[in-house]
């Protein structure tokens, strides 16, 4: 079973950054399939960033050159970090890995207002 805890959410200005945590247990992360996806209400799930256990990256069109994904396998996290965020941004972010099986976190909210 693996368990995945987000962090960092929280409310920032238009324009501000925000980096969220997402920590995986297990002692296999190095193969874990890790991602991010959000869910604004009235919306359905979508995704928005991922990377594979060899590092390579894929967005969502609407984060592009704003929202950058990382991975510490030393540490079992992967990363989201936000830049330029905007109103739209706002929803609750989830993390995800897929390793055999799908597994999702609880999820944070990521809510972008003046």
């Known amino acids: 079973q693996v368990q995945l805890v987000e962090s960092g959410g929280g409310l920032v200005q238009p324009g501000g950054s925000l980096r969220l945590s997402c920590a995986a247990s297990?002692?296999?992360?190095?193969?874990?399939?890790m991602g991010w996806y959000r869910q604004a209400p009235g919306n359905q799930r979508e995704l928005v960033a991922n990377i594979t256990s060899g590092g390579s990256t894929n967005y969502g069109d609407s984060v592009k050159g704003r929202f950058t994904i990382s991975r510490d396998n030393a540490k079992n996290t992967v990363y989201l970090q936000m830049n330029s965020l905007k109103p739209e941004d706002t929803a609750v972010y989830y993390c995800?890995?897929?390793?055999?099986?799908?597994?999702w976190g609880k999820g944070t909210l990521v809510t972008v207002s003046s």
């Open positions: 297990g002692s296999i992360f190095s193969r874990f399939f």
């Open positions: 995800a890995a897929a390793y055999g099986m799908n597994y």
